[in-house]
C-alpha cells in the first residue's frame, strides 16, 4: 500500500507538466518578466497591432495612462496612449512614456522597428484560422529565428494562462485545447532578447480567426424569394429585383449571385440589359455570410411582363435558383368625381336633417347647461316662480325634510339655518311630513331668503291668466315646476311650463328647473290631453331632480343639497329658521 501511495505522488507532477493543465512554473516565469517594473523596455513592428501593457501590481479597475515625455518623433512629443489599448504601430509611436501610478513614476520605452530589418519575416504567421470545437497551436511570429522560447501569450491585457480556460506554451507555440468563437482577435506573444545589456521585450501580434469549416459543406441557401413567384409590378415605372443569399462560410469568400432572363425561350445575363447592383454583405455570422442582388429595371413595358427572371446563386458545392415573374398591378377604381359633390350633397342633408329634428333640444340643453348665468345681475322682482298642482292626499305624497349642510361654498347664513334645523326634536319632525307642495314654498322664502312668486297668492284675480302668466315669468329669474301625473294632466299648469320653456329659448337669462315628485321618468306618464311637443321634446333635456317621499333622511339631504346648488347665485339675505328662538 505505501508502494502504491509513492508511485502516485511521483507520477501526479509529471501529469500536470502536460498540455491543457495550468501549471505553477508558468505563472513563475510571468512574475519573472515583470519584477522591474518601474523601467521597461518594449519593441513592436510597424504595421502590427500593438497594445501598451497594463502593469502586474496596478489595480485592474484602474486605467494607467502612458504620456510622451518628449522623446521621439518631432510633433508628436505629447502623444498619450491608455493602457491595455490596442493601434496599429508606426515609426512616430517610438519615445519614452511616463506614467504616476500609486506615487510611483513609471518608465516605458517603446521602439518600433521595421519589418525589413528583422532577420526573418513571414507575414503568415502573423494571422491564424482556428477550426471551431477544436484543439488548435499558434506561433509566435519570428520565434523560429531565436534560441529563446520563453515566451508568454496575452490575450487582451491578461496573460492566457491566467485565464480560466484549458491551454498550455510549449516551446514558445501556444496550444488550445478547445477553440471558441471568444478566441477571434487578435493575440499577443512577449519574449525577451537582450540588446547591449538593455533587456528588451519584444511584442508581436497574430490576428485569430475562429471559422466553423476550412470547406463548406453545402450550396448557398436563398431565403427570397421563396421559391417560384411572381411580383406586381406598374408600367412606366421602375422595379427592383431582389435575391436575399445566406452563403456558408469560406476562408476565401467570393459570391456569386447573378440575375438571368429568359425572353423567347433563350436566357441571358441581365447584366447587359438591366442595371445590376454588386452584391452587399448585409450580415457576417460565425456560420453563415447573408447577401443581397439586386436588379433594377428602369421602365417596365409589357414586354417585361412575358419573360421570367432567374437568381442563380453559386459556391465550391454547388448552386442554388429561384424565379420571378412579373404580372401587371390593377389599381383599385375609385368612383368618378361627379360621385364625390353627390355624396358631399347627401352628407351636408343628412347632416341638416339630424340638426333640424334636434335642433330644439339642442337649443335648450345650450342655454340650460353652458348659456344661463351671463346676466345674473338683473334686477328682477322675484328670485322664483313655483308652480305646482295639488295632489291628493296620502302617504305616498309624504317626504320627511331632513336638512343637513350642503356642500359648496354656501354663506354662514345657511350654515346656521341647516344647522338649526339638524337640531329640530321628534315633534317637531312630525310637524314637517308634509307635501312638497307645501314643504318647497316654506325652505324656499322662510329659510332661504328667496323671493318667491306664487300664481295664487301674488297674481291679483280676475285678470286675463295666460298675460298675468308671461308676466310673472318675465318678473322672475328662475322657473321651478313640481312634475307629477296632475300636473301634466292640468292645462293651466301645462301652458306655465310651456310659457316657461318659450322664455327660455328667447331670454337666456331664465332658468327652468324641473322637480318630478311621483316618478323618475318622463316616458311612464301618459297624459290626458296629450302634451304639447314643445313640452314633451323638453322635459327631456331640461335640468330636473327627483323628490321621493317616504326615502331616508341621507336620499332627502342629497334632494336639498341639488336643489341648493341649482338656485340663482344672486339672493336675499336668509332668514334662520331659528331667527326668533
Not at 504616476?100 to 519575416?121: I, Y
Not at 484543439?135 to 511570429?141: A, L, Q
Not at 345650450?366 to 322682482?381: A, L, M, P, R, T
Request: net charge positive; aromatic share 8%; with cysteine.
Amino acid at each position: 500500500m505505501q508502494t502504491g501511495y509513492a508511485v502516485v505522488i511521483f507520477i501526479f507532477p509529471i501529469v500536470l507538466e502536460g498540455c491543457c493543465v495550468g501549471n505553477h512554473q508558468r505563472r513563475k516565469r510571468i512574475t519573472a518578466f515583470q519584477q522591474n517594473i518601474t523601467h521597461q523596455y518594449y519593441r513592436a513592428v510597424a504595421g502590427e497591432v500593438f497594445m501598451m501593457p497594463c502593469l502586474r501590481y496596478v489595480s485592474q479597475h484602474m486605467e494607467v495612462g502612458w504620456s510622451r515625455t518628449g522623446e521621439g518623433s518631432k510633433g508628436n512629443e505629447h502623444l498619450s496612449v491608455d493602457c491595455g489599448k490596442k493601434f496599429l504601430a508606426e515609426a512616430k509611436h517610438s519615445g519614452k512614456y511616463t506614467s504616476l501610478t500609486c506615487g510611483s513614476k513609471l518608465s516605458f520605452h517603446l521602439r518600433v522597428v521595421e519589418k525589413s530589418s528583422l532577420k526573418c519575416f513571414q507575414p503568415e504567421e502573423s494571422s491564424k484560422y482556428l477550426l471551431l470545437g477544436a484543439g488548435g497551436e499558434v506561433t509566435c511570429p519570428g520565434l523560429n529565428c531565436s534560441n529563446n522560447t520563453e515566451v508568454i501569450w496575452y490575450k487582451g491585457n491578461k496573460a492566457v494562462s491566467e485565464q480560466s480556460r484549458a491551454s498550455c506554451v510549449k516551446n514558445g507555440h501556444l496550444h488550445l485545447c478547445q477553440v471558441s468563437e471568444h478566441d477571434t482577435g487578435v493575440f499577443f506573444c512577449d519574449r525577451q532578447i537582450i540588446e547591449q545589456g538593455v533587456k528588451w521585450t519584444f511584442r508581436r501580434a497574430v490576428n485569430i480567426t475562429v471559422i466553423p469549416h476550412y470547406t463548406p459543406s453545402y450550396p448557398p441557401r436563398i431565403i427570397y424569394p421563396v421559391g417560384n413567384t411572381t411580383e406586381e409590378v406598374e408600367l412606366g415605372q421602375s422595379h427592383t429585383l431582389e435575391c436575399k443569399i445566406y452563403f456558408p462560410f469560406e476562408i476565401m469568400f467570393s459570391p456569386e449571385v447573378r440575375w438571368y432572363v429568359h425572353s423567347s425561350g433563350n436566357m441571358a445575363n441581365m447584366t447587359a440589359q438591366y442595371k445590376e447592383i454588386h452584391p452587399q454583405e448585409e450580415g457576417v455570422t460565425l456560420q453563415e455570410i447573408k447577401v443581397t442582388q439586386r436588379a433594377i429595371i428602369k421602365d417596365v413595358t409589357p414586354q417585361h411582363l412575358n419573360n421570367t427572371y432567374t437568381c442563380i446563386a453559386s459556391n465550391t458545392v454547388g448552386s442554388s435558383s429561384v424565379t420571378i415573374q412579373l404580372k401587371r398591378k390593377h389599381k383599385v377604381k375609385w368612383p368618378s368625381l361627379a360621385g364625390y359633390p353627390v355624396g358631399s350633397l347627401l352628407l351636408v342633408a343628412g347632416l341638416g336633417i339630424i340638426l333640424h329634428v334636434k335642433w330644439l333640444e339642442l337649443q335648450l340643453i345650450y342655454k340650460s347647461y353652458f348659456q344661463h348665468g351671463k346676466h345674473n345681475g338683473d334686477e328682477k322682482e322675484y328670485d322664483v316662480l313655483l308652480s305646482y298642482v295639488w295632489s291628493p292626499p296620502s302617504a305616498d305624497m309624504e317626504g320627511v325634510l331632513t336638512l343637513s349642510s350642503p356642500s359648496g361654498p354656501d354663506t354662514d347664513e345657511v350654515a346656521a339655518c341647516l344647522s338649526s334645523m339638524a337640531l329640530l326634536n321628534s315633534e317637531e319632525r312630525k310637524a314637517t311630513q308634509r307635501p312638497l307642495e307645501v314643504l318647497l314654498p316654506q325652505v324656499l322664502e322662510d329659510q332661504w331668503g328667496y323671493r318667491l312668486c306664487l300664481l295664487e297668492r301674488d297674481v291679483l284675480p280676475g285678470g286675463a291668466y295666460t298675460n298675468d302668466v308671461v308676466l310673472a315669468i318675465q318678473r322672475s329669474r328662475m322657473l321651478i315646476c313640481l312634475l307629477s301625473a296632475n300636473y301634466l294632466s292640468n292645462n293651466n299648469a301645462v301652458f306655465v311650463l310651456e310659457s316657461g320653456v318659450q322664455a327660455l329659448l328667447q331670454n337666456s337669462t331664465l332658468k327652468v328647473l324641473l322637480i318630478w315628485t311621483s316618478r323618475a321618468s318622463a316616458s311612464l306618464i301618459q297624459p290626458d290631453p296629450p302634451l304639447p311637443t314643445l313640452v314633451e321634446r323638453a322635459v327631456k333635456v331640461l335640468p330636473s331632480l327627483d323628490w321621493t317621499p317616504g326615502k331616508s333622511g341621507r336620499a332627502t339631504d342629497k334632494f336639498w343639497r341639488s336643489l341648493r346648488k341649482s338656485m340663482p347665485d344672486q339672493r336675499v339675505k336668509l332668514v334662520s329658521l331659528m331667527q326668533g328662538q
